[in-house]
């Protein structure tokens, strides 16, 4: 059936739900998992040179970007679902269009499935099933799996 499997995830928790969903899955079908986060050229640019301090519980202090932050926190979220589920998952990064990013990244990288939350962060896409699932749903040449809200 499905042997790569490609999931979209931004941090909202609609995308949290499809990685929990699409790591089960894939536990089920003995299935390789690549999660893809695709970072929008604006929120690149606005977020990438803004220099925050990071205060340590050792007291020390670092330096490090609001984009490079807030990436972290996203994949400390992913690496304890996936560790709760007990399954491994390559995580990517993108900038760009999330649509354009997961439909080129499932061509190149040979994934038979994409899973998208139902929809995601943003006011408009919240409106109706969600830009980016409505996107890959119309542009993808594989199977895309919409995972609705709880």
């Known amino acids: 059936m499905y042997k790569r499997i490609l999931i979209g995830v931004d941090g909202s928790p609609e995308s949290m739900k499809a990685l929990r969903d699409?790591?089960?899955?894939?536990?089920?079908?003995?299935?390789?998992?690549?999660?893809?986060?695709?970072?929008?050229?604006?929120?690149?640019?606005?977020?990438?040179?803004q220099d925050i301090v990071v205060h340590e519980k050792n007291g020390s202090a670092t330096h490090t970007s609001l984009l490079q932050m807030e990436e972290n926190e996203l994949f400390d979220s992913i690496r304890a679902v996936t560790k709760e589920e007990g399954y491994e998952v390559a995580i990517h990064t993108r900038v760009g269009d999330a649509v354009e990013g997961l439909i080129e990244f499932s061509q190149s990288h040979g994934n038979d499935l994409i899973v998208v939350g139902s929809s995601g962060k943003g006011m408009a896409g919240r409106l109706i099933l969600g830009s980016v699932s409505t996107g890959v749903v119309?542009?993808?040449?594989?199977?895309?799996?919409?995972?609705?809200?709880?």
């Open 138 to 150: 119309h542009q993808s040449q594989v199977t895309v799996l919409v995972v609705k809200p709880e």
């Open 22 to 49: 699409a790591v089960r899955l894939a536990k089920l079908l003995n299935a390789t998992l690549d999660l893809l986060f695709v970072i929008p050229p604006r929120i690149y640019a606005q977020c990438a040179e």
